[in-house]
């Protein structure tokens, strides 16, 4: 509106200075012509139809016409009536004293960051919580709002209220179970003498730690008994408490590992059927083990398959870094970043190769 606004202005100051030069004659010629288009377009629109100003129209001509008196403004042919341009002017002087009484800051201030942040952790942390609730613990903290802002807040963050939120998923389990979660597989692979074998191997939620139990041809029930019978003593010697055991409805499962595990009180979880994201934890180590080791080796024979499960074993529990940690290993931390400048510039970094340059592991030289 303003840039129109100063067009209207700035092309009608060009017309005045066209009119300048003329005489009193020729304006009062152009004024009867301009009258009369308007009446010829007064009666082309008829009666229902109106005419619609913009609104740099209305302030260009309520600014033009207003200083005339009314009884000047009657006698102009216009196509409105005085007293609307009249309440043009009015409406102009409104807007620019609400303009100039208007707030800097309109409404309450803005709610603090740090506050935003932890009303959104506190409902992170507590599904359950609705913001009633977490007004009130923020109350206890010493933190003054409003029960409305932390809804607004939760509102704006698309947030679900909180029945919506208090169901458990499989995932939220998992996560807070991890310290007593076991979970195991079988993987299957083929020699190059065209064996089939079978792996069975364990792992820890909470440390990432990997058991291999054994390799064999034929995973029968005395076989599989017998390496969950190795495992639970393995446990206790390493001071693992597990309370639970997920695995798939595979049949090389036999009904004994559940007595063999209740007696020690690790309690079987089953997944669902065809549905591997129930024990996420053991496919992925899977993936791991088949990208990292089955699809990069040539194995001969069994006693080919247990060592280089061995040596993949330490190197996945000693060496390599896991996301799920902070990038330490099972049983390694992540050392102490390096601060001083010298020895950034003059690493002496070196390779050691496992089973024939397969794996990798580097390390600083002593």
Not at 34 to 52: C, F, K, M, N, P
Not at 102 to 116: A, F, L, M, N, Q
Not at 330 to 353: K, M, S
Request: hydrophobic share 45%; aromatic share 6%.
């Amino acid at each position: 509106m303003l840039f129109r606004l100063a067009y209207l202005s700035v092309t009608n100051a060009f017309a005045v200075l066209r009119l300048l030069p003329l005489g009193d004659r020729d304006k009062d010629i152009e004024i009867l012509a301009l009258r009369h288009q308007i009446t010829v377009l007064e009666r082309q629109l008829g009666a229902d139809t109106r005419v619609r100003f913009a609104p740099e129209d209305r302030a260009f001509l309520a600014a033009l016409l207003t200083p005339l008196p009314r009884e000047v403004l009657r006698r102009l042919r216009l196509l409105v009536r005085p007293d609307t341009v009249l309440r043009w002017h009015r409406d102009l002087l409104k807007q620019r004293h609400a303009r100039a009484c208007r707030p800097k800051r309109p409404g309450r201030p803005p709610t603090v960051r740090s506050i935003r942040m932890l009303i959104l952790r506190l409902v992170r942390e507590n599904p359950s919580w609705g913001y009633r609730r977490v007004h009130g613990e923020l109350t206890t903290l010493g933190i003054k709002i409003a029960p409305s802002t932390a809804w607004e807040i939760l509102k704006q963050e698309g947030i679900d209220p909180s029945p919506a939120r208090a169901s458990t998923t499989w995932a939220d389990f998992l996560r807070s179970q991890a310290d007593a979660l076991l979970a195991c597989d079988f993987i299957e692979t083929v020699t190059l003498n065209g064996q089939r074998l079978y792996i069975l191997a364990v792992i820890e939620h909470a440390t990432r730690r990997v058991r291999v139990l054994g390799t064999t041809a034929h995973p029968t029930a005395a076989w599989v008994g017998q390496a969950i019978k190795n495992l639970v003593m393995d446990l206790e010697d390493a001071g693992c408490r597990a309370r639970y055991l997920i695995r798939d409805r595979d049949g090389k499962f036999p009904a004994l590992i559940e007595e063999i595990l209740a007696d020690t009180g690790i309690h079987t979880v089953l997944t669902g059927v065809r549905m591997p994201r129930m024990n996420a934890v053991m496919e992925r180590w899977v993936q791991s083990c088949r990208r990292e080791l089955l699809d990069r080796c040539l194995l001969w024979n069994e006693r080919h398959l247990r060592h280089a499960l061995r040596e993949y074993e330490h190197f996945y529990n000693v060496h390599r870094p896991h996301q799920a940690l902070a990038q330490a290993a099972p049983l390694r931390a992540v050392p102490d970043p390096i601060n001083d400048p010298a020895r950034i510039v003059d690493l002496n970094v070196r390779r050691r190769d496992r089973l024939g340059g397969v794996l990798h592991e580097y390390s600083h030289a002593a």
